[in-house]
């Protein structure tokens, strides 16, 4: 079972996740904007960041931004959830910088299944 840091101002978004995510035996912690999430990470080992992209006060892209400044943290994958769509220049740009996975908002009910697959992926890196 993995730790997993979901981040979304929308307590939809955040319960729908931890629904989704927690279905796969995974522990869902949840930020409901930026600042709480980069709060939260001074204290959370987490193997997987769920980040929406647009959200108040800090943004997506600064919560992606402090998991990779965190040396501790830097080889954890990232996703950015975003309704943008995913042609959208500030969302290429923000996977590019980060190497988050782009998901879109309407295909979240992949969720559970992506975040299998980048936590055993992550698992893997780490063992070679």
Not at 25 to 41: R, W
Not at 72 to 86: D, F, K, S, W, Y
Not at 94 to 110: H, Q
Request: hydrophobic residues 45%; proline residues 5%; contains cysteine.
């Amino acid at each position: 079972m993995a730790r997993v840091l979901v981040a979304d101002d929308d307590p939809d978004i955040r319960d729908l996740a931890r629904l989704l995510i927690g279905r796969h035996g995974h522990q869902v912690v949840t930020a409901g904007d930026g600042d709480e999430a980069i709060a939260m990470l001074a204290g959370l080992e987490p193997a997987l960041v769920i980040t929406d992209f647009t959200m108040p006060r800090q943004d997506g892209l600064v919560v992606c931004r402090a998991v990779r400044s965190t040396p501790r943290l830097q080889g954890i994958p990232l996703v950015l959830l975003t309704a943008l769509p995913l042609t959208d220049e500030r969302v290429l740009h923000a996977s590019t910088e980060n190497g988050a996975v782009i998901l879109a908002k309407t295909d979240i009910s992949r969720l559970g299944e992506l975040a299998d697959e980048l936590v055993s992926g992550a698992a893997e890196s780490a063992i070679s």
